[in-house]
């Protein structure tokens, strides 16, 4: 069994478009995370949220909105797509309660905007 | 703002090589430190973490000490295989805070026969 999971793992869709990724984690962690990483492979996070709570909005365009149905999944949806939202996004969950917990991560969604 | 400063790559080595990876930080309060690595088409798997000063993370062959006084996590391997090509981040977390990661900029190792 896959622990975090995101679907599609591939994305092509044109600008303007609307599209949504979704992430689930099956280890029982109460915080989950988007992050992105770019061409130059440097990662960085988008939100993090607690038991469906919203804790982390890292200045991301409010085209971007996440969401948490329950504690075990954060979906990201994109509105108006645009070129430069091509990228890897990355879910992930940690126990929380401190920062010395591992974070574990899906396999990425590759997102390309054409 | 806490920040990560990993040595860039690519680096390339032969089969059996000492490799070493550089890492510093910049943080307010003691952050824990960590090394993921990320092979091709996947996503990141943590590698090893420190939680405190002098603190010694090791796994698979790899070892990084936490160094309060140089601010430092410097990644080492004595003997490297083809099967560790892959991208290596050095990241941060603050545990008093968001416990989001700050990540190094990654750095690329290939390990050629």
């Known amino acids: 069994d896959t622990a975090v999971s995101q679907t599609p793992k591939y994305l092509v869709t044109q600008m303007g478009n609307d599209k949504s990724i979704k992430c689930e984690q099956n280890?029982?962690?109460?915080?989950m995370y988007w992050y992105k990483q770019d061409s130059k492979k440097f990662l960085k996070i988008m939100f993090s949220?607690?038991?469906?709570?919203?804790?982390i909005n890292e200045t991301v365009p409010n085209r971007f909105s996440p969401k948490s149905p329950d504690k075990a999944h954060l979906n990201l949806h994109i509105n108006s797509l645009e070129l430069g939202d091509s990228a890897v996004y990355f879910c992930a969950s940690s126990r929380g309660g401190g920062g010395n917990t591992e974070a574990f991560f899906g396999q990425g969604t590759r997102l390309t905007v054409v | 703002g806490d920040s990560v400063t990993q040595m860039e790559g690519p680096v390339t080595l032969s089969e059996e090589a000492f490799l070493t990876i550089n890492c510093t930080y910049t943080?307010?309060?003691?952050?824990?430190l960590f090394w993921y690595v990320q092979y091709p088409g996947e996503g990141l798997q943590l590698l090893l973490k420190a939680t405190k000063a002098d603190d010694k993370g090791s796994n698979k062959g790899f070892e990084a000490t936490y160094r309060k006084e140089t601010t430092s996590f410097h990644l080492e391997k004595g003997s490297v295989q083809v099967s560790d090509s892959a991208v290596y981040f050095c990241?941060?977390?603050?545990?008093?805070?968001?416990?989001?990661?700050?990540f190094g900029k990654g750095t690329k190792l290939t390990v050629n026969p």
């Open positions: 949220y607690n038991n469906k709570e919203l804790i």
């Open positions: 943080a307010t309060g003691y952050p824990s």
């Open positions: 990241a941060l977390s603050d545990p008093g805070g968001s416990e989001k990661l700050v």
């Open positions: 280890l029982g962690h109460d915080t």
